[in-house]
């Protein structure tokens, strides 16, 4: 994650605590996100692109992809063709959530682009966008 913006850095910690919150069951529960630290493993890559925050029960019974999106990133050619792999790779598997983190003022930006790359067979996948107020505890 170096190089990333602290703003970048902010939204997957939102990313990370929100998943923990929501998602982590009492069983087995792995998270892997891209912050820089020793203490983290960072996920592995999804159709070439490096997901933020990936996660999965144990044994696997869903799985989730986290994405965190600065106010200028959201509509890049780059951000549209990674999100749209993550939603094909989780439209492969039932229970699948994406995550996309982006600041308190960009939700509106990102709804329409996930709209605008929506195909059918992501119906199967759960998405919602995370507005982020940056400095707060939660989304």
């Known amino acids: 994650m170096s190089g990333e913006s602290r703003t970048h850095l902010e939204l997957v910690k939102h990313l990370v605590a929100h998943i923990q919150l929501i998602h982590e069951p009492d069983g087995g529960f792995v998270i892997y996100s891209d912050i820089d630290t020793d203490l983290v493993q960072r996920p592995s890559r999804i159709g070439g692109h ?54 308190a003022f960009s939700k509106g930006r990102a709804l329409q682009m996930i709209s605008s790359i929506r195909e059918s067979q992501h119906d199967r996948v759960t998405i919602e966008v995370l507005n982020c107020p940056v400095g707060a505890e939660l989304c």
Do not use: W
Request: charged residues 15%.
């Open 50 to 103: 490096l997901p933020d925050v990936f996660a999965s029960d144990i044994p696997a019974t869903f799985r989730i992809v986290g994405e965190a999106k600065t106010h200028s990133d959201i509509i890049t050619q780059r951000s549209i063709n990674q999100i749209r792999v993550f939603l094909n790779y989780l439209a492969l598997f039932d229970g699948s959530v994406f995550y996309l983190a982006v600041p």
